[in-house]
């Protein structure tokens, strides 16, 4: 049975002074037992999109690295929205 968690890299403009600010989010869209039990935050806004695929990379291994191992996760980039899948061990 494999699972799938959606890590969303989401981005939205917002107009700010004369030009054009574009923010990228990252967000679980779904928490599985350990996620929920680790604290790690469900929404982070970035202002681009370099840091936020650092940010999508480093959950993934931290969630492979500290949680039960049932399960094991991959992040994967699909234009704008970066989806870290969740396949069991």
């Known amino acids: 049975m494999i699972c799938t968690?959606?890590?969303i890299l989401n981005h939205y403009t917002a107009k700010k002074h004369q030009g054009e600010l574009i923010m990228f989010n990252v967000r679980?869209?779904?928490e599985c037992g350990c996620f929920k039990r680790s604290g790690m935050p469900t929404v982070k806004a970035f202002d681009n999109k370099?840091?936020?695929l650092v940010e999508a990379n480093d959950w993934a291994d931290e969630m492979n690295e500290t949680f039960c191992r049932k399960h094991r996760?991959?992040?994967i980039e699909e234009g704008n929205d970066l989806l870290i899948t969740m396949a069991m061990n």
């Open 5 to 7: 968690i959606f890590l």
């Open 28 to 30: 679980i869209e779904k």
């Open 73 to 75: 996760f991959t992040v």
């Open 50 to 52: 370099d840091d936020a």
